[in-house]
Nanobody, 123 residues
C-alpha cells in the first residue's frame, strides 16, 4: 500500500493550495480518507476526513470553512483544497486511510499513511 501526498509549497498568507494524495495497493472505496498535519515541535493533528463514498466529510474546527476535502474513487485520489491560508497552517501535511467502518479523527485509528508534503505560509 502506498499513499503519495503532493501539492505543498510556499504561499503567502491569504493564498490557496490544493494538496493531492495518490493511492495504490488498497481497495480505495473501502477506506475513509483523512488529512493530518504536524508542525515543528507539535503533535500531529487532524485536519479533515471524508467517507468512503464521499457522502460525508468532517473537519477540525480551525479549518471549517477554509478547507475542503474531496475524493475521486475512480482515480483513487483524495484532495485537500486550502483557502485563506494562515501562517499557523504551516506544517507537514499527511494523507491517511482508515477502514470505512470508522469515522475517525484520531490518528491512531488510521492504518496507512503517506510520506507528507510541506506547506509553508508566509506572513
Amino acid at each position: 500500500v502506498q499513499l503519495q501526498a503532493s501539492g505543498g509549497g510556499l504561499v503567502q498568507a491569504g493564498g490557496s493550495l490544493r494538496l493531492s494524495c495518490a493511492t495504490s495497493g488498497l481497495t480505495f472505496a473501502n477506506y475513509n480518507m483523512g488529512w493530518f498535519r504536524q508542525a515543528p515541535g507539535k503533535e500531529r493533528e487532524f485536519v479533515a476526513a471524508i467517507s468512503w463514498s464521499g457522502g460525508s466529510t468532517w473537519y477540525a474546527d480551525s479549518q471549517q470553512g477554509r478547507f475542503t476535502i474531496s475524493r475521486d474513487n475512480a482515480e483513487k485520489m483524495v484532495y485537500l483544497q486550502m483557502n485563506s491560508l494562515k501562517p499557523g497552517d504551516t506544517a507537514v501535511y499527511y494523507c491517511a486511510a482508515v477502514s470505512w467502518r470508522r469515522s475517525s479523527s484520531r490518528s491512531d485509528d488510521y492504518t496507512y499513511w503517506g510520506q507528507g508534503t510541506q506547506v509553508t505560509v508566509s506572513s
